[in-house]
């Protein structure tokens, strides 16, 4: 029998790298990329800097409505061996941030070129500008089709990412195609992202930077909670700490529930120590007035708005914001729901109503947290797929 013919529906990270797991695992492997060239998300994460993953990772650094899916996939393609194989490809990792790893250039696009040389090298054939219309088998053989071909094989892997980026490309495509060959979506909504909120008087601290925690409530019930530095902006909050509780706080909003921020200026204050605090403030400077007593504490615009506030120590702790609404995908870095993971195996990502079809990367329903992780389920889910649609 000759090789096994296999097909990557999107040049992204993990279609690169179940592209080059395949033909590593002896696969003769076309990519069908729609945009003019590969890996152009990847050259915008991390600013252009691309953490590509995370010598850390904690309890909650995937999320998924079917919870545990993803630790199948990521024990076969670890963090280690993530970056064993970057290394081998050139690519040196600086360790900034207690565990973020970064190529030493400082620049994400060296990532996606080291993965295109190395597709090449293998004889990988990338046709871009191709968009996948339709998947069609008859016997035995898939068939993609595009506005301009037919392509030919026995196994396909659908790697197209999700709406999620700005970039040209992030349409969502890919759920079309899996739902036409029977799979259940979990609607996708963007995560990674800033939300909006409603409270009076706050547009007043728009570009404020400072650090705090955002507590997550919906219906009255408390979340999650995560702590950084928080971006205000005329619309309501950003920042990292927001991003990392966007995809709950979207999903419940788009529930109908009751979704609340509480910001907690000086979260390392307990609300005795906050008290004492502000007394002490008072008797070493009592020539303050209101406008001036939080000078040297907050930035100026901050001040201003938490002084409007009838309880001072109250404003700081749990200063209430109302969520009324969040960015659009094209705003957000990842978007959370996908393919319904309970309909793919476990071990191989292969479809569990249609064999040899595959599935890989933000296409099915994992999302991380910032801090290197979708590029972790990228790769390690990249690797699954493409060893396993390579197996003859």
Not at 44 to 65: H, L, M
Request: charged share 20%.
């Amino acid at each position: 029998m000759g090789k096994k013919r296999v097909i990557v529906v999107g040049g992204g990270a993990s279609g690169l790298m179940a592209a080059i797991t395949a033909a590593r695992n002896g696969a003769t492997v076309t990519i069908l990329e729609q945009n003019e060239k590969t890996g152009k998300k990847i050259c915008a994460t991390g600013n252009g800097k691309c953490n590509f993953t995370n010598i850390r990772v904690p309890q909650d650094a995937y999320r998924s409505e079917n919870p545990g899916f993803e630790q199948n996939v990521l024990e076969q393609f670890s963090v280690e061996d993530t970056v064993k194989f970057f290394t081998c490809l050139g690519i040196y990792p600086v360790n900034k941030n207690n565990g973020y790893l970064y190529p030493h250039s400082g620049q994400a696009s060296s990532v996606a070129e080291v993965l295109n040389l190395e597709a090449l090298s293998l004889g990988v054939k990338i046709k871009t500008n191709e968009h996948v219309q339709d998947i069609s088998r008859e016997n035995n053989i898939w068939k993609v089709h595009t506005s301009s071909w037919a392509y030919e094989g026995e196994a396909v892997i659908l790697a197209n990412g999700s709406r999620a980026s700005a970039i040209s490309g992030s349409d969502g495509s890919g759920y079309q195609l899996a739902a036409s060959l029977g799979h259940q979506i979990i609607e996708p909504l963007p995560a990674l992202t800033a939300l909006k909120c409603k409270n009076t008087g706050f547009a007043g601290w728009a570009g404020v930077r400072t650090e705090g925690k955002v507590t997550l409530l919906a219906e009255g019930e408390k979340v999650t909670e995560e702590t950084g530095e928080l971006q205000l902006t005329d619309y309501g909050v950003s920042g990292i700490p927001v991003f990392q509780i966007s995809r709950y706080a979207i999903r419940a909003l788009k529930q109908g529930k009751k979704v609340k921020l509480y910001l907690n200026f000086l979260p390392e204050f307990s609300e005795e120590q906050l008290m004492a605090f502000l007394e002490k403030r008072k008797e070493n400077c009592p020539y303050k007035g209101k406008k001036t007593f939080l000078t040297g504490l907050f930035p100026d615009k901050l001040s201003k708005v938490l002084l409007q506030a009838q309880d001072l120590a109250e404003a700081i702790r749990c200063y209430p914001l109302n969520v009324t609404g969040y960015l659009p995908f094209e705003q957000a870095q990842v978007c959370s729901g996908g393919v319904d993971t309970r309909e793919v195996d476990a071990m191989t990502l292969e479809s569990r109503y249609k064999s040899d079809i595959f599935f890989a990367g933000e296409l099915l329903d994992i999302d991380g947290k910032c801090g290197g992780y979708n590029l972790q389920w990228a790769w390690s889910s990249g690797y699954v797929a493409g060893l396993n649609a390579s197996i003859i």
